[in-house]
């Protein structure tokens, strides 16, 4: 196993609990190399070390579940059992050369998570590994949070950030629930056990005819031009970013067409990729659009961004676009699809068909384009992560973070993690590599980005490819 899979000191004892459904594929699709969600941020001022450990320890306290050790048991189930002490997790240091890019690409792939569980310490393996490179110049590093996305979303992602610059900065932790201090933090239950009765339940024979539809739909839908099929894969990542003014514009324009962000990011993504093709015009392509959408707020009891794990699902939808269609007319359809499966709280009802197909593309990759694993073209987010800089991440010396998860296993050609910072709209779009190479995705993505302002500056009615 990996050198940071090595066992602690602690034994662990029966608290904790067994991993839920979702979790259970986010296990499976780890080892493949989907699902390691790394947060790295670039600092200009020197670290005092004591107050990052200790940081990261009141997180662990806080977060039972970020503390936690991945485990099979003798049952052959997968489970999180916490240490009988709090055991801090220990900061991996190392000096780099490399730049903030190339070492966030390396965290993403770093995965001490590939061997099979049933190979594992006793103990199990660590679901959260810090690490601090310092850079060449003077006083500048980079941290590298890494965790395994089975206790790690991207709203636990952000809010772990806050709380971190909050505790190292010697203010609280940054939390909003003011009963959490009433009582000793949990490890809170997963998404299935939080869902309210009444919308999980679906009639068997719709159960049934759901999994048909997702399934027939995945053989029907196109891709993007693969490069490499045959060669090992990792994630890389580019980004998208515009500046305020143009964020604003198209912001505005969204709001004017009554449709979300997610719709029009999804919406260049689909006209770029299907001029990609270079096909006629009039022919149609047909590509698999998923978003993910932070369930927190329809759980019982109602969660917050504060409660670290994964409560985000999945809602796949499929869209057909030819060559004569612009931005907008695709990106009302994309948000008219996911709206109306919100509707019908596919949401909620969903969530254990689209894991259970998940982990049937992981057991038979055949039964994707070129043993591909690729389920969507895209993958977006509900809603942007909306940060504004503070004094304290001023103080602090933060000058950049990204935070984004790999995808080089099961997933999309393209998973977008999008944040609207200071007014200015900064998505990272990660991919498989070399099944899609570099130059093509960087293409891709200034071609959305090219889609995107122009339409921002049609009027209403008008299209723009």
Request: net charge negative; aromatic share 6%; proline share 6%.
């Amino acid at each position: 196993m990996d050198p940071e899979t090595q066992p602690q000191s602690d034994p662990p004892i029966d608290l904790g609990r067994a991993a839920g459904g979702t979790e259970y594929s986010w296990i499976r699709a780890v080892p493949g190399g989907t699902g390691t969600t790394v947060l790295s941020l670039l600092l200009s001022n020197p670290v005092p070390f004591p107050a990052l450990q200790s940081a990261l320890h009141n997180l662990h306290i806080s977060h039972p579940i970020l503390g936690s050790r991945l485990t099979l048991t003798s049952d052959s189930r997968f489970s999180f059992f916490i240490p009988a002490s709090h055991v801090s997790p220990q900061i991996l240091r190392s000096a780099s050369s490399s730049d903030f890019h190339s070492l966030l690409e390396l965290e993403l792939n770093r995965n001490p998570w590939s061997d099979p569980l049933d190979s594992a310490p006793a103990e199990g393996v660590p679901v959260f590994f810090p690490t601090l490179y310092d850079l060449p110049e003077p006083g500048r590093s980079v941290l590298a949070l890494r965790f395994h996305t089975a206790v790690c979303d991207r709203s636990s992602a952000v809010a772990i950030l806050m709380e971190l610059m909050g505790l190292m900065g010697g203010g609280g932790g940054g939390r909003s629930d003011p009963e959490g201090d009433k009582e000793e933090p949990s490890v809170l239950l997963a998404i299935e056990d939080l869902i309210p009765k009444k919308d999980t339940w679906k009639p068997f024979w719709v159960r049934g005819k759901d999994l048909v539809g997702y399934s027939l739909n995945g053989f029907r839908t196109s891709t993007l031009r693969f490069e490499d099929t045959g060669s090992d894969r990792s994630t890389e990542m580019v980004r998208l970013e515009m500046t305020e003014e143009e964020t604003k514009r198209l912001l505005d324009a969204c709001t004017a067409r009554g449709v979300k962000l997610c719709g029009a990011i999804a919406g260049a993504a689909l006209v770029a990729a299907r001029s990609s093709k270079q096909i006629e015009e009039d022919r149609y392509e047909t590509y698999s659009v998923v978003t993910l959408i932070d369930c927190r707020k329809y759980l019982e009891p109602v969660l917050n961004e504060h409660d670290v794990g994964f409560y985000h699902s999945a809602i796949t939808n499929t869209h057909s676009v030819h060559g004569g269609e612009g931005l907008w007319e695709v990106a009302e359809r994309c948000h008219t699809a996911y709206s109306n499966a919100m509707s019908n709280k596919k949401h909620l009802t969903d969530i254990g068909d689209l894991n259970f197909l998940m982990c049937k593309a992981i057991e038979n990759p055949l039964l994707t384009p070129s043993s591909s694993l690729r389920t969507a073209v895209i993958s977006v987010f509900e809603e942007p992560v909306i940060y504004r800089t503070s004094e304290l991440q001023q103080r602090l010396g933060v000058e950049d973070y990204v935070g984004c998860a790999s995808v080089h296993g099961v997933g999309p050609s393209i998973g977008v993690f999008d944040t609207i910072r200071d007014g200015r709209l900064d998505c990272a779009c990660v991919y498989p590599s070399p099944l899609h190479s570099r130059k093509q995705m960087e293409d891709l993505v200034e071609h959305m980005k090219r889609i995107l302002i122009e339409g921002s500056h049609v009027d209403e009615g008008d299209s723009a490819e």
